[in-house]
């Protein structure tokens, strides 16, 4: 396959090298609307050819089958339906769209094309949701009925991130409601159990801060919450807490699930410390195991044996949240992306790219398709108005399940996570 990479800022970086080192990608093209940055970016990663917008890669470039968009949040949405309407395979980084109208139209595209939409949703491999979502799957947690999750991230922390892409009136975007970004903290649950929200009731936290980023007539959005709370009711009958963060005094990690109840087994976690318990439902003696082992990055789990980690501050620096866990398959992976420690967000990035490339090349349906997608982005949407509306209980609208006849990518859960050799041990699919 041959792939345009729009937007080359500091986070799409890695995923030129990703898609630039998988055997079965044949070439990268670049495309954004920064010249030198785009230069600086084709010399590092040996690219050959570049286009200094969207628009002109998709009217100069019909070769090519594919388009990985990265640029701002709020504009992914038009850029995803234009890129589908010239026939192009899309892959984006999250959300899918900023409106239920645009998250629409996207899945009637797909539907319509049978071309491929993947969001490039990380904390779906993040090791805490591979284990609620293997562990809720082999049926040893029964059924859920609460789970919490989140996304922290101080807006302090993003002021470069949103003034590089924003220019002068950067504040404008940067004030986009904590719950128009919400995928993080929703996937790694809604993944986990396969349901979707039926019902949200939300509350917001008015911002006051001189940063003059949150509030009436001082964003694009006239948002006025910094942080917001959502209670979900879920299809399945249980309730799911999420909270968006944006002014909150916490360190990384920033994503992660904090508590994912069955009604025979439960996972926790605060920080590094994770546990699986069994109850008195389960039939057996109840018990609490340390998965930790499984879930925490390899590098930390060595790290911690050896005495050598800094309790006051290592375990949540990023040093040790961006290796390999063991629960992560690497084995599934081209031996290209096997090897390093160093992906960013717990090494989520290569399986992501994996994903989109056996998801276009064989035609099947990738995990975080449009249908998921679509389930991860729009409670967010209507969770916001509940908190414009002080709270009230609203409806959420569901575009349904993807078609039954389309294939779905599927991976074996491996039954050693010491065994990394087996699986995938050619250099192309094809």
Known sequence: MKIGIVGVGKFSDDFIRLFNIHPD?????????????????????????????FDEMLDN???????????????????????????????????????????????DLVKTTRLTYMMGETCYYYPCAIYCREKYKSGDMGKFVYGESQYYHDICEMYDDFSRSGGANWQRVAGIPPMFYPTHSISMIF???????????????????????????????????????????????????????????????????TCFYGDKGAYEC???NHSYQRGVASGEKPYIEDVGPLVNTIEYNEDLQNGTIDMAHDPISVKYI???????????????????????????????????????????????????????????????????????????????NAPDDWEKLTYEIKENYEDMSRYYDVECLH
């Open 25 to 53: 990608v044949e070439e990268v093209v670049l495309a954004d609307l920064d010249k030198d940055r785009l230069e600086t970016s084709m010399k590092k990663h040996g690219i050959k050819r570049c286009f200094y917008s």
């Open 191 to 257: 993944s986990a159990i396969d349901q979707y929200a039926t019902k949200v009731s939300c509350m917001g936290l008015r911002d006051n801060h001189p940063d003059n980023i949150y509030g009436e007539g001082k964003n694009n959005w006239d948002n006025p919450f910094s942080n917001e709370t959502a209670l979900f009711q879920m299809s399945g009958g249980g309730v799911v807490r999420i909270n968006e963060f944006r002014r909150v005094g916490i360190n990384k990690p920033s994503s992660y699930i």
């Open 61 to 107: 470039a019909p070769e090519l089958d594919s388009i990985a968009i990265f640029t701002q949040r709020h504009l992914h949405g038009p850029m995803i339906i234009e890129a589908l309407k010239r026939g192009k395979h899309v892959y984006s980084a999250v959300p899918i769209g900023c409106t239920v109208d645009e998250i629409k139209e996207i899945i």
């Open 322 to 400: 961006e290796g390999f866990a063991k629960i992560q398959d690497r084995a599934r992976l081209p031996k290209t992306m096997r090897d390093t420690r160093k992906f960013s967000h717990y090494n989520s990035h290569p399986f992501l790219v994996d994903d989109f490339v056996r998801a276009v090349l064989s035609g099947k349906l990738p995990p975080n398709n449009a249908w998921d997608s679509a389930r991860y982005m729009i409670p967010g949407l209507i969770a916001h108005e509940s908190a414009l509306r002080g709270g009230e209980l609203l409806d959420i609208p569901d575009l349904g």
């Open 270 to 272: 605060s920080v590094t």
